[in-house]
């Protein structure tokens, strides 16, 4: 049973670029969930996604965007990047937004040059 | 709106001898409390949950932990490490509603284990 996958695993890119980032759920999940971890910090949550639509938004710019497919899985967008926004993004899946398990990816890892 | 603190970045503990990670949150109803672990460059493993009932919770990896209503507390133990419990474990607590849910995350406390 495939847990959560994300892709690429690292990516290095230029301040100002923009960055797509990808997660298939768990099989049998329906809700993908995003968040941010910078060096030495928890996760910090970014938004998550349920029936294609985003149900919920943590503290984080318009710069940031999402999407959800039929199939379930999902993007995460960050448009004019930022050397702040050098991070671990993890990508964590779960059934119905009330749901109460999460399996998390192993997350992508961004550098910003 | 919540938070959750993790008073020790990092603690340094003997294999074999006990190990108590500290979790503290503030939550205004009902909280669902979870304690995860990181291994370096990897994702996070749930280790346990709790949402309600017995306030001791027993998990993965011969973890467990127990919730302390009046203390807002949700501390980690497992009574003999090993040298593969070396990782970062994060206490989350969860906000669970009908429009979405999410977790919000402790800072994080970085275990040493040395021989």
């Known amino acids: 049973d495939a847990g959560v996958t994300q892709s690429p695993t690292h990516l290095i890119k230029t301040r100002g670029q923009q960055v797509t980032l990808r997660c298939s759920p768990k099989?049998?999940?329906?809700?993908v969930s995003w968040y941010q971890q910078a060096l030495g910090q928890g996760p910090q949550f970014i938004f998550q996604?349920?029936?294609?639509?985003?149900?919920q938004r943590g503290n984080f710019p318009d710069r940031f965007s999402g999407h959800q497919f039929p199939n379930y899985s999902s993007e995460l967008n960050v448009n004019a990047l930022l050397l702040g926004d050098s991070a671990l993004y993890l990508c964590a899946s779960s059934l119905a937004p009330g749901g109460n398990g999460y399996t998390f990816g192993s997350g992508t890892r961004l550098t910003v040059v | 709106a919540q938070s959750v603190t993790q008073p020790d970045i990092h603690i340094t503990v003997s294999e074999g001898a006990s190990l108590e990670l500290r979790c503290n949150y503030s939550?205004?109803?009902?909280?669902?409390l979870f304690w995860y672990v990181q291994s370096p460059g990897q994702g996070l493993q749930l280790l346990l949950k709790?949402?309600?009932?017995?306030?001791l919770v027993q998990g993965i990896k011969g973890f467990e932990a127990e919730f302390k209503r009046s203390q807002s507390s949700f501390n980690l133990r497992k009574p003999s490490v090993h040298w593969s419990d070396a990782a970062e474990y994060f206490c989350?607590?969860?906000?669970?509603?009908?429009?979405?849910?999410?977790?919000?995350f402790g800072g994080g406390t970085r275990v040493l284990v040395k021989p």
């Open positions: 939550y205004g109803a009902t909280p669902y």
């Open positions: 989350a607590v969860g906000v669970f509603k009908a429009a979405g849910n999410k977790l919000t």
């Open positions: 709790y949402f309600s009932g017995d306030t």
């Open positions: 996604y349920y029936e294609e639509e985003e149900r």
């Open positions: 099989s049998g999940h329906d809700t």
